[in-house]
């Protein structure tokens, strides 16, 4: 009954380090840009739709294809990352 929770709990907290973490290198590197992060935004955008369908229910055709399209634009924009 707990381990759901807990394990959300961990996930949101790991989710959080690594925005912040990115946030950090981008600094760090000097890259500035939206269209440079759109990449690691739609794998965000991934772990959001999926921790919201599991707590609401939405396992289903529309949670799996938001992921699926979000993956194809990730592997779509990631033309714009600079070559570090």
Known sequence: MWIPIILTIILLVAFLISIMALITKRKKAR????KSALTPICFYLIVIT?????WFGWLGIISWLMTIILLILAAYFTKYLLVA
Do not use: D, H, S
């Not at 999926?50 to 599991?54: E, I, K, S």
């Open 31 to 34: 890259i500035t840009g939206f």
């Open 50 to 54: 999926n921790v919201l369908a599991y």
